[in-house]
């Protein structure tokens, strides 16, 4: 009897329009940018023609507007999963950079412990959570396909773990472009396989390489 394959892509929001450069993190109203809204089409266009059965998302607003157009193109409901939000993050809301939250003494306590992190969320805490969405979406598709639309760093924690690569990490170096699709491929409800491609690579240009915080 062959085995039973499922895959779960996990594919990062577009580009947010942030005139302002804040870390938004879970901050509400933050929405898609017309190049965004792009980058969600080409999502769609990348996923419409797979074996696609179940769709989930973050509650976050980036997150349900580049879902949407897939969601429409395949005529399927959209679960949101509070699990796939965005990392806590305790800067969030401030206009400045990792880089330029060092260089002022008083943000210094947020950077005590990399290994946790200490400016946010604990990277254990955001792999336990992403593991159980990831596993609820691929039961929900078993045997087919299954995407959730979330943010960098529960997708590149989500890899790392798979990977069983260690969680420390140097955020920039995250490969989680603007619209990228990570996709895990479970063989009995196992993982066996990780792949990254970006379908709208042309449209992220510089953008996609470079980190900010809480997207």
């Given amino acids: 009897m062959p085995q039973q394959r499922t895959v779960v892509h996990l594919v990062?929001?577009?580009?947010?329009?942030?005139p302002t450069g804040v870390l938004y993190g879970r901050l509400p109203d933050f929405h898609l940018s017309g190049v965004g809204r792009q980058m969600a089409e080409r999502v769609a266009d990348d996923l419409?023609?797979?074996?696609?059965?179940?769709?989930?998302?973050?509650?976050?607003?980036?997150?349900?507007?580049?879902?949407?157009?897939?969601?429409?193109?395949?005529?399927?409901?959209?679960i949101i999963d509070p699990r796939v939000t965005e990392a806590e993050n305790y800067l969030?809301?401030?206009?400045?950079?990792f880089q330029s939250a060092l260089r002022r003494p008083k943000n210094w306590r947020y950077f005590l412990n990399p290994l946790r992190p200490s400016w946010g969320e604990a990277y254990r805490s955001v792999v336990a959570r992403m593991r159980q969405a990831m596993r609820d979406a691929c039961a929900a598709a078993l045997g087919h396909e299954a995407v959730i639309v979330t943010h960098q760093m529960p997708i590149w924690m989500a890899r790392l773990d798979a990977e069983g690569r260690r969680l420390l990490h140097d955020p920039r170096r995250r490969q989680c472009a603007l619209a990228s699709i990570t996709s895990f491929t479970y063989i009995e409800g196992h993982i066996t396989s990780v792949s990254y491609r970006e379908p709208a690579a042309d449209l992220v240009g510089s953008l996609g390489?470079?980190?900010?915080?809480g997207a």
């Fill in 48 to 78: 419409r023609s797979h074996d696609i059965r179940h769709l989930r998302s973050s509650p976050l607003e980036r997150a349900q507007e580049t879902i949407a157009p897939l969601s429409a193109a395949l005529s399927l409901p959209v």
């Fill in 209 to 213: 390489r470079k980190f900010v915080a």
């Fill in 12 to 18: 990062r929001h577009g580009e947010v329009a942030n």
């Fill in 92 to 97: 969030q809301g401030l206009k400045l950079s």
